[in-house]
């Protein structure tokens, strides 16, 4: 079972540093366009929903050294920061996991890019991969049915977007390439 992004109705919560992107990818994916009211020009452009929440966590440094930090609510309410949390872990863990999976955002590396879109390919190739394919520790849960003790589970099937860990040969198979979905 596999859910698309139209049977999501809200993005999962978000904490990110400072980079401007991922508001503008989350309105590019979830954002929806306001009904028409009748009168003037009817609505186009895409707007948050009042249940969305993302953090910002920017870190403030002074001779290359973090100084502090600064938490930005930028959709949600103040009550996000409790769920959320305040500290750059998830933006660092998230930061340090992409580099392992993927060799070309290694620092000092021979294996970079050449091609915006060569990076492009691999980013989007390891989110899919961490995403379907790995189990996650912390997101196992406990079952003691005799046979074993814990069940695996991947991001994914957390986020209830599938019902098992994907092989890389079920990804191959069934992941569309080269289109817009």
Excluded at 15 to 39: F, I, K, M, N
Excluded at 113 to 141: G, P
Excluded at 148 to 173: G, N, V
Aim: glycine share 8%; net charge positive; hydrophobic share 30%.
């Amino acid at each position: 079972m596999l859910k698309t992004r139209s049977q999501c109705d809200r993005p999962p919560g978000l904490v990110s540093d400072g980079w401007g992107g991922h508001r503008e990818a989350l309105l590019a994916v979830y954002g929806q366009v306001p009904p028409y009211q009748g009168r003037g020009r009817p609505p186009t452009k895409k707007r948050p929903q009042p249940d969305w929440e993302y953090v910002q966590v920017v870190k403030q440094r002074e001779n290359g050294r973090v100084i502090g930090t600064e938490t930005r609510v930028v959709y949600g309410d103040e009550k996000t920061l409790d769920r959320l949390g305040e500290h750059t872990a998830y933006v660092e863990r998230t930061n340090l996991t992409t580099r392992h999976m993927n060799g070309r955002l290694v620092r000092k590396t021979l294996g970079f890019s050449k091609q915006l879109t060569m990076l492009d390919a691999a980013c989007i190739w390891e989110d899919v991969v961490y995403n379907f394919n790995h189990a996650v520790k912390s997101l196992r849960q406990e079952v003691n049915d005799g046979y074993r003790r814990w069940q695996p589970r991947s991001p994914a099937m957390a986020a209830e977007i599938t019902d098992h860990i994907w092989s890389l040969e079920e990804l191959l198979t069934r992941v569309p390439i080269g289109t817009n979905t």
